[in-house]
């Protein structure tokens, strides 16, 4: 006697109770399954894309939208800061290296990012075509970027103005392509890098169609020459950068630095590993409640497969009876029963880790140039097996009450009520 074949036969026999009972709980599972990609892929990338910042140096504001603005790139910026500011800070006994930002611009929606080489080398940027920039107006695409923009080494483009996509562009200066970098998974792969005088520049459009070219080229040069030693533009002290990325010298640092800053300048400092951790802990209410709604569906679910287990029981006991008197044991009809349930949720569990990655597929699409672009939908976790397990677990409480009672089945009182 195939049990499984007929235990597949009763399941089919009511489509609408089966279907109904395997989507409820496979909608349970695919939050589950969500959340354990979320939670996995997007605590490692943030980790890593703040990996050697120690503190962020920014306009007065919120420390969570400076780090989210000036690290991840999802935020808007807090303002800016004086240039003459930052290389004072720069030149602290407490500092290691800062890097400098500027920021204001974007090409459909990817930030473009003025900074100097350091930022690369901070990341271990590796390229895949071309170099760095080196002179003004000259552009890396991070891997993304290239990928949806299409364009290759030497193609020009102009970016818009803002943050976000829907403001006006920058005609008067063009972006030239000189490298494209290789996909590193990391905040690199969404930006559009160039040099912060590219970005100053840009939002000098009336004084620089005044400029000479002659004076123009000098002042290149004499920006290269700066940037080059001290990693600052220093004779353009009245200009302004977003904000400045800081590693510290020596451990004595962390206690020092953060609270002269807030206390004696204009500035404000925020370390990234203090703000995620707070956000985190924001998130994780939201995580909770999503956990809590999804382990109820599944003990709805749960409950469904026993209720139709055991409606059907109250149905199939004549039939049940026929297959002991053809030679089925009890124990054999137990089994029928409980495979029936097992059948229902490892359906429901395979269904709803599908679900689970096709919501992540979609909602990762639909923002391709915030974190979530950088999320995998089809990186199986070693834990979704566990999902598999504790559904198979809920089919099997839910099917041995029907089971026991399949089991306690009586041939002569059945046949005899037939």
Same mark, same amino acid.
Request: proline share 3%; no cysteine.
């Given at each position: 006697?195939?049990?499984?074949?007929?235990?597949?036969?009763?399941?089919?026999?009511?489509?609408?109770?089966?279907?109904?009972?395997?989507?409820?709980?496979?909608?349970?599972?695919?939050?589950?399954?969500?959340?354990?990609?979320?939670?996995?892929?997007?605590?490692?990338?943030?980790?890593?894309?703040?990996?050697?910042?120690?503190?962020?140096?920014?306009?007065?504001?919120?420390?969570?939208?400076?780090?989210?603005?000036?690290?991840?790139?999802?935020?808007?910026?807090?303002?800016?800061?004086?240039?003459?500011?930052?290389?004072?800070?720069?030149?602290?006994?407490?500092?290691?290296?800062?890097?400098?930002?500027?920021?204001?611009?974007?090409?459909?929606?990817?930030?473009? +990012?003025?900074?100097?080489?350091?930022?690369?080398?901070?990341?271990?940027?590796?390229?895949?075509?071309?170099?760095?920039?080196?002179?003004?107006?000259?552009?890396?695409?991070?891997?993304?970027?290239?990928?949806?923009?299409?364009?290759? +080494?030497?193609?020009?483009?102009?970016?818009?103005?803002?943050?976000?996509?829907?403001?006006?562009? @920058? #005609? /008067?200066?063009?972006?030239?392509?000189?490298?494209?970098?290789?996909?590193?998974?990391?905040?690199?792969?969404?930006?559009?890098?160039?040099?912060?005088?590219?970005?100053?520049?840009?939002?000098?459009?009336?004084?620089?169609?005044?400029?000479?070219?002659?004076?123009?080229? #000098?002042?290149?040069?004499?920006? @290269?020459?700066?940037?080059?030693?001290? !990693?600052?533009?220093?004779?353009?002290?009245?200009?302004?950068?977003?904000?400045?990325?800081?590693?510290?010298?020596?451990?004595?640092?962390?206690?020092?630095?953060?609270?002269?800053?807030?206390?004696?300048?204009?500035?404000?400092?925020?370390?990234?590993?203090?703000?995620?951790?707070?956000?985190?802990?924001?998130?994780?209410?939201?995580?909770?409640?999503? /956990?809590?709604?999804?382990?109820?569906?599944?003990?709805?679910?749960?409950?469904? *497969?026993?209720?139709?287990?055991?409606?059907?029981?109250?149905?199939?006991?004549? #039939?049940?009876?026929?297959?002991?008197? *053809?030679?089925?044991?009890?124990?054999?009809?137990?089994?029928?029963?409980?495979?029936? !349930?097992?059948?229902?949720?490892?359906?429901?569990?395979?269904?709803? *880790?599908?679900?689970?990655?096709?919501?992540?597929?979609?909602?990762?699409?639909?923002?391709?140039?915030?974190? !979530?672009? !950088?999320?995998?939908?089809?990186?199986?976790?070693?834990?979704?097996?566990?999902?598999?397990?504790?559904?198979?677990?809920?089919?099997?409480?839910?099917?041995?009450?029907?089971?026991?009672?399949?089991?306690?089945?009586? *041939?002569? #009182?059945?046949?005899?009520?037939?």
């Amino acid at each position: 006697m195939n049990l499984l074949k007929l235990s597949w036969k009763y399941l089919t026999h009511r489509p609408l109770t089966t279907g109904l009972n395997v989507f409820l709980l496979s909608l349970g599972l695919a939050i589950i399954t969500v959340l354990l990609l979320v939670q996995d892929q997007f605590e490692k990338k943030m980790t890593q894309d703040a990996e050697g910042i120690d503190l962020v140096v920014g306009a007065k504001g919120s420390p969570l939208q400076l780090i989210l603005s000036s690290v991840y790139h999802v935020d808007f910026p807090t303002g800016n800061i004086p240039m003459e500011e930052a290389i004072r800070l720069s030149r602290s006994r407490l500092v290691k290296q800062t890097i400098p930002l500027a920021l204001g611009d974007n090409f459909q929606g990817y930030r473009i +990012v003025g900074t100097n080489h350091d930022y690369l080398t901070l990341y271990q940027a590796v390229f895949s075509e071309g170099e760095a920039w080196n002179e003004p107006f000259e552009v890396v695409l991070g891997a993304v970027v290239a990928e949806k923009s299409g364009f290759k +080494v030497g193609d020009s483009f102009s970016g818009s103005h803002g943050i976000s996509e829907g403001s006006h562009d @920058h #005609d /008067e200066h063009a972006f030239r392509v000189v490298g494209i970098l290789e996909p590193k998974g990391n905040v690199l792969d969404r930006l559009v890098l160039t040099s912060i005088e590219s970005v100053w520049f840009t939002h000098d459009e009336s004084e620089t169609k005044d400029e000479s070219s002659e004076n123009e080229s #000098d002042h290149h040069e004499k920006f @290269h020459q700066e940037v080059a030693k001290t !990693g600052f533009p220093e004779s353009d002290q009245e200009r302004e950068v977003t904000s400045l990325l800081v590693q510290y010298r020596s451990p004595m640092a962390a206690v020092q630095l953060p609270r002269m800053i807030n206390s004696n300048t204009s500035m404000q400092a925020a370390s990234p590993s203090f703000e995620i951790s707070r956000l985190f802990e924001l998130l994780g209410v939201g995580v909770k409640i999503l /956990e809590g709604l999804a382990y109820v569906l599944i003990i709805i679910s749960g409950l469904g *497969i026993f209720i139709a287990l055991y409606n059907s029981l109250k149905e199939r006991r004549y #039939d049940l009876a026929v297959l002991r008197a *053809i030679g089925a044991s009890r124990f054999q009809l137990l089994l029928l029963i409980l495979m029936e !349930g097992l059948a229902l949720t490892f359906l429901g569990s395979i269904l709803g *880790i599908l679900l689970g990655h096709v919501f992540l597929a979609a909602l990762a699409s639909q923002n391709e140039t915030g974190v !979530g672009a !950088g999320l995998e939908a089809w990186i199986f976790l070693p834990a979704e097996l566990w999902i598999v397990i504790y559904a198979l677990g809920v089919g099997l409480v839910g099917s041995l009450l029907p089971a026991w009672s399949a089991y306690r089945t009586s *041939i002569a #009182d059945q046949l005899m009520k037939k």
